[in-house]
């Protein structure tokens, strides 16, 4: 062979180890883009399955939700001007609700219903009010916050809330009695802590015409808004209570009330509206569904997260796993001469496995390792819509791992395996 021909050969061999190095790196990547988007998917799927097992404090099954809406001046006018927007209430407000829950509750199968400005896990509706404990001097600006709700009889005992201490809100608790209110256990540890929350008198800043309330009962906590969220404080009053005139910030939970039913038999929109119809023809009603589906949507962005990212992961599994296959049997053919050598020479065809398996390790782990720094860097984007997991999960980041590298092997063994058939006196003749 003369030099040129040697310069050739040289250079062929150059571009040979150039071509394998760069498919080396672009299975790295692809081993390294699986690990992060499965490790995505396994904590958003985990967080999904945490969420969909969590105890919220109220029983969904058999309840639905109906939103109403009140509107036009049988119902509301406005208050004079003052500091703030107010709304008078009219006394039809009452009339409505009271028909409402005698027609709904003497329906077949219905166990219970209630009307209330807030459901758990709906939007809330209230941006909160200060409480003053009766003898503090907290100045306005230092008053302590919780969330309000205005409940109807029923309330509690259709979602099945448990009661710690004390009583209900009923349908004595009108405006003419002593005004009262109900809190979660939250607000008693907060407020109360080391005392007895019933008893105590407190008055809420849900309007310039705020009487004090005496707390006659404490009820369980349970999620609000989101399992991610923690329970807050929060104080029920009793729409017969404050019912004449609120602030602009409470009128949705007089005029855009939710009406809370269980029953035994699933309930129609239909017959809801029908009953609100023969009140009022001009009033609304819309979003009538189970309780459970206002949970199952709390969820719906996780559960699009976990489906998008499964979705790719199993793309970049099934390109990683295609790329080592095709690299270990690239290797093999590259090395042909050299394993009809080895064969010659007296090694063991288990040998020869492992001398390919062990080359489509060390990319494996490789790309595992930059995998795992990728994945610690990017899955913190995901904290915010995980629930019970961290972004750092070391369960699943290990069995994502391990699953990868059974991939790896699986696609290494078949070129492996075709290499311990190789002929060496073939492999001996090839140049």
């Given amino acids: 062979m003369d030099l040129t021909e040697s310069l050739k050969e040289g250079a062929r061999g150059s571009a040979g180890r150039n071509q394998h190095r760069l498919r080396s790196l672009l299975v790295v990547g692809e081993i390294a883009l699986a690990l992060i988007l499965l490790v995505g998917a396994g904590l958003t799927i985990n967080s999904l399955r945490r969420m969909q097992s969590h105890h919220f404090g109220f029983d969904a099954q058999n309840v639905t939700v109906a939103q109403l809406h009140l509107t036009g001046s049988r119902y509301m006018v406005d208050a004079p001007t003052r500091d703030i927007d107010m709304r008078y209430v009219e006394p039809a407000v009452a009339s409505f609700i009271e028909y409402v829950l005698r027609e709904v509750r003497a329906l077949p199968g219905v166990e219970n219903a209630a009307l209330a400005g807030n459901v758990p896990m709906g939007p809330s509706a209230?941006?909160?009010?200060?409480?003053?404990?009766?003898?503090?001097?907290?100045?306005?600006?230092?008053?302590?916050?919780?969330?309000?709700?205005?409940?109807?009889?029923?309330?509690?005992?259709?979602?099945?809330?448990?009661?710690?201490?004390?009583?209900?809100?009923?349908?004595?608790?009108?405006?003419?009695?002593?005004?009262?209110?109900?809190?979660?256990?939250?607000?008693?540890?907060?407020?109360?802590?080391?005392?007895?929350a019933v008893g105590q008198i407190i008055t809420l800043t849900a309007g310039p015409d705020e009487r004090p309330r005496e707390i006659v009962g404490v009820v369980a906590d349970f999620t609000q808004y989101s399992p991610r969220i923690s329970v807050r404080p929060e104080v029920y009053t009793s729409h017969l209570q404050q019912i004449r005139e609120i602030p602009g910030n409470f009128q949705g939970q007089r005029f855009r009330p939710k009406l809370i039913v269980r029953s035994r038999v699933a309930l129609k929109a239909e017959v809801i509206a029908r009953i609100v119809a023969d009140f009022d023809k001009g009033l609304a009603i819309f979003d009538v569904r189970p309780l459970e589906q206002h949970i199952a949507l709390r969820g719906g962005p996780i559960r699009f997260y976990a489906n998008a990212l499964g979705l790719f992961a199993v793309i970049a599994l099934v390109l990683a796993a295609v790329g080592i296959y095709g690299l270990m049997n690239y290797s093999v053919i590259d090395r042909f001469h050299e394993i009809g050598i080895r064969l010659s020479l007296g090694s063991s065809r288990a040998l020869i496995v492992w001398l390919i398996v062990s080359h489509g390790l060390k990319l494996t782990m490789v790309g595992l390792g930059v995998g795992i720094a990728g994945a610690l860097a990017t899955t913190r984007l995901l904290e915010s819509m995980l629930f019970g997991v961290k972004p750092w999960d070391p369960p699943t980041f290990s069995f994502v791992a391990v699953f990868l590298l059974v991939v790896s092997v699986g696609a290494c063994v078949l070129p492996a395996m075709r290499a311990t058939v190789i002929d060496p006196c073939v492999a001996l003749r090839r140049e």
């Fill in 126 to 196: 209230s941006p909160g009010v200060g409480v003053r404990i009766a003898g503090n001097t907290d100045t306005e600006g230092t008053l302590r916050r919780a969330e309000f709700n205005v409940v109807t009889d029923g309330f509690f005992e259709t979602l099945r809330i448990p009661l710690r201490q004390g009583r209900f809100l009923n349908d004595h608790d009108v405006d003419a009695a002593p005004w009262v209110a109900v809190v979660n256990e939250a607000f008693a540890h907060e407020f109360f802590t080391g005392r007895e």
